[in-house]
Every structure is written in C-alpha cells, then in structure tokens.
C-alpha cells in the first residue's frame, strides 16, 4: 500500500480516547480553521441563550438553563460542524447508508426534553416537531440524488412554517426549531455530491 491510500485510510478512522470521540462525532482530520468556525459560535450560543433567560426573568431553574446551554452547544456547533467537508466525508462514507443515517437523525431527542423541562410535560410540541422530522428524514433520504439538495430546501421551508404558524414558541427557546431542523435536516442529511450549502 502506498503512502497516499495510508493516509486516506488514517484518516477514516478515529484516533483512540477523548479525541477519538471527537472524531466520530466531526470526523478525522479536522483543520484548526473548521475547529475555529465550529467551536466559536457553538461557546456565543451556549453563554447567549442561558444568559437571555436570566436577563429576561424567565425563571428557569438551574437545569433549565444547563439543558438550554448544552442543547445551543449541541445545535448550533452541529449546524456549522455537519457542513464542513471533513465531516460530510466522515458520515457520508460508502459504508454509512440509509440506517446509519436514520439512526442519527433519530437519536436527537431533544423536542422531548424541551416539552418535559420548559413545558411542564405539554407533548403536542415535542410530538409535532418529532413527527416532521422523522417524515421529512424519510422523503430526503429516499430521494434521487440529484433531487435531494432542493427537497432538503423545501422540508426546511415546511419547518419553519410550522415553527411560525402551527406551534407556539417556547419562551427562550424560540430559536430552537429553526436550528434544530437546520442543524439535521439543511447541514447533515444532504450528501456531500447532492450538498445543499
């Protein structure tokens, strides 16, 4: 095996420990101009929205505002980290076909823990969003290729449509499903030959 097919096969798998965490979650190989672009508004967001609650009285409890940090960590570093092309190189490998995928998508349970913390266990919310994910997870998945870019655009169009008009905001939380669905639906679903970005 020659030295370049070394370092491409280095490159698709994780490094071991901590760091090897990292990598399944961004992919191997990440420059320290993507960290940059990923990580600084990923840390805004997590001091923002805890931060906005507090100066609004909003009365959160601690958790309340832990849950909200970690959830603006998550959803805004996601949106910017499943864009960049060492991540879309490590999801969207040969190996990672459509139950990797769906699996992914259907791992970010957080509509739930938003109804249970913020809404005293209101479901219709976490139900409504959850639902138009799983729906709009399928119709993009199953999608020709060359299709999939413009079916991505339109389902987010449907999400934010149903985040302005069919549900009511959770106060603080207003941002949530705009990002939530960017992060999933624009940023990681679309493959890096059908990217959308």
């Not at 994780?14 to 960290?35: A, C, F």
């Not at 409504?128 to 655009?153: D, E, K, N, R």
Request: proline share 5%; glycine share 6%; aromatic share 14%.
């Amino acid at each position: 095996m020659n030295k370049a097919n070394t370092e491409i096969n280095d490159l698709q798998l994780p490094r071991q420990g901590v760091l090897g965490i990292w990598d399944l979650i961004v992919g191997r190989g990440m420059s320290v101009s993507e960290l940059w672009l990923c990580l600084t508004p990923a840390l805004l967001a997590t001091t923002a929205v805890p931060l906005y609650a507090i100066k609004n009285n909003l009365g959160w409890n601690v958790w309340q505002l832990i849950i909200a940090a970690i959830f603006a960590f998550d959803l805004v570093g996601g949106a910017i980290v499943n864009a960049t092309p060492t991540a879309k190189r490590w999801h969207h490998k040969v190996e990672n076909g459509f139950k990797y995928h769906f699996l992914f998508i259907t791992l970010h349970l957080h509509p739930f823990i938003i109804s249970w913390l913020y809404l005293d266990g209101e479901l219709k919310y976490s139900f409504v969003i959850y639902t138009y994910l799983i729906i709009a997870t399928l119709i993009i998945l199953l999608s020709p290729l060359y299709l999939q870019g413009s079916v991505v655009m339109l389902l987010y169009i449907g999400s934010i449509l149903l985040n302005n008009y069919i549900l009511s905001p959770v106060p603080g939380m207003e941002w949530f499903p705009a990002v939530y669905f960017l992060k999933l639906l624009v940023s990681y679903l679309p493959s890096k030959s059908s990217s959308t970005i």
